[in-house]
């Protein structure tokens, strides 16, 4: 019986880490809704209606610290503060406006993609064309964006299956089914009905790329749309054109999710918070207390009231005696937050911190292979599977050219050195480093907008009447332009 919707046990095990990371970098709302996922209700096996109402208000009270979420943001950030070295043929270059046919561009989309493998360690990308005849689409069709590849990004729980064949003396990915999520309208045309449905990327027997689309049909399933994807030549795909991004590596392998052990202690955090709110709560406030005081003098208070404040002094029986109470802070639960939080602190510098692991030889071409950070071999991986991306984009439209996708691995925050920048000027009029260099120098410090090609940046200076004929001295006394 074929069973499109089977998920493999490694991707099973991996759910529950990513579906904690997810919803702890989403924050308090989140974790919040999910109750005693999160925070466990104390005396849980008294069912009673008041314990549960003690329970939503021990809730309530619990406060949620999102270090994680915001770890996250600020890594990404950290990323693209520098903004991504491209270089495209002239076909490819709507990917820096609209790489998924959606609007998103090829920087959001990777921003979006280096945050899930923060939180999961997982996440793949897929290149895809639409069915067309062979022969019938134009260089103008290309050109207009009529018709053109596109890249979708899919999170790692939606790669629920695949696997590889060895072909030659190398293995190859040849089955990837990944679930998909589509709206559909309800009868009246006003609502929205949210459906699943499969893609099955495959390897067929003769070793030719194959996509099925599989939608329910009753208590089954069915194939809707098999299709063999043709090249820009017109030939089958010998490969899949889908590519696995992880934390480590871009093998078919669930790499570790990078900010786990922070969501776990972000946890723990959290359950130290709401123990710390509730006994503020309970004994956090006052409590004004008497003794001595017979029948008498506790019939006439009950009468009189008692007032608190200077204006209302207390009058008590001979040996009476009175006071207010204040319960001790309550040091244990506040230490215990207080450790979790340079426990955050501490592991969130360590995915910028040079590690120990070894790059591949891509990787560690410009650097040396040991030292490196998570982020940097996140931010590594990323480079290479758009890199490899676009090469297939540009197989699709049969097109050829220098490809590169790099993206920022220097994540300190550089100020700008005017001594330096005229030093850097100096030695591009001398000839001595080209424009380009100089202008991408300007682009890390968002002095030049980050999507001018060189050639744009020429064509402003020209039509301005600009270059770089500024003087400056020589170091001869002189001055030269």
Not at 11 to 28: F, I, N, P, T
Not at 200 to 213: F, I, K, M, P
Not at 234 to 247: D, E, L, R, T, Y
Not at 392 to 420: C, H, K, R
């Amino acid at each position: 019986m074929t069973d499109v919707t089977y998920q493999r046990q490694d991707y099973k095990d991996a759910l529950y880490r990513w579906r904690l990371v997810r919803d702890v970098c989403k924050g308090s709302e989140s974790i919040k809704s999910e109750r005693t996922r999160y925070l466990p209700q104390p005396n849980a096996q008294d069912e009673s209606d008041e314990n549960k109402a003690r329970y939503d208000a021990y809730l309530a009270r619990a406060v949620f610290y999102n270090a994680t979420g915001r770890t996250k943001g600020s890594l990404v950030g950290a990323v693209f503060r520098t903004w991504p070295v491209v270089t495209l043929p002239k076909l490819l270059e709507y990917v820096t406006k609209d790489v998924d046919g959606q609007g998103v561009s090829i920087y959001q989309q990777s921003q979006s993609v280096i945050g899930h493998l923060l939180e999961t360690g997982r996440h793949g990308l897929l290149v895809d064309y639409p069915p067309v005849e062979p022969g019938t689409v134009s260089q103008a069709d290309m050109a207009s964006g009529a018709i053109r590849p596109t890249v979708s990004s899919y999170p790692a729980e939606a790669i629920i299956n695949w696997k590889t064949r060895k072909v030659g003396g190398r293995h190859v990915l040849s089955l990837v089914v990944l679930r998909e999520t589509v709206d559909e309208d309800t009868e009246d045309g006003f609502g929205v009905e949210s459906k699943d449905q499969y893609r099955v990327l495959r390897l067929n027997e003769a070793g030719q790329y194959q996509q099925e689309l599989w939608r329910q049909a009753g208590v089954g399933w069915m194939v809707e749309d098999p299709r063999v994807p043709l090249d820009g030549s017109g030939k089958p795909w010998a490969v899949i054109p889908f590519q696995f991004v992880g934390s480590e590596n871009n093998d078919t392998s669930i790499d570790e999710s990078p900010l786990y052990d922070m969501a776990e202690i972000n946890i723990g955090h959290y359950h130290n918070s709401a123990d710390y709110e509730e006994a503020a709560y309970l004994v956090g406030q006052p409590q004004p207390w008497m003794s001595g005081l017979d029948e008498q003098w506790r019939d006439h208070f009950e009468e009189t009231g008692i007032y608190l404040g200077s204006r209302a002094p207390w009058l008590l029986p001979v040996n009476g005696a009175c006071g207010v109470w204040q319960a001790q802070p309550n040091t244990v639960a506040k230490e215990a937050m207080d450790a979790k939080e340079r426990q955050m602190v501490a592991l969130g510098a360590r995915l910028i911190e040079k590690g120990s692991a070894v790059k591949t030889a891509t990787q560690s071409e410009a650097e040396t292979a040991a030292e490196h950070s998570a982020l940097s071999l996140i931010v590594s991986n990323v480079s290479e599977a758009y890199t490899q991306c676009l090469m297939w984009m540009a197989q699709f439209l049969n097109v050829s050219g220098e490809i590169e996708y790099t993206l920022n691995q220097d994540f300190t925050q550089a100020n700008l050195d005017p001594q330096m920048l005229q030093q850097i000027l100096q030695a591009v009029m001398a000839g001595k480093m080209p424009e380009s260099d100089f202008w991408r120098y300007l682009r890390d410090f968002q002095l030049i907008d980050p999507e001018k090609d060189d050639d744009a940046i020429r064509e402003e200076l020209a039509s301005s009447g600009t270059g770089l004929n500024l003087e400056y001295d020589n170091g001869d006394g002189g001055a030269t332009d």
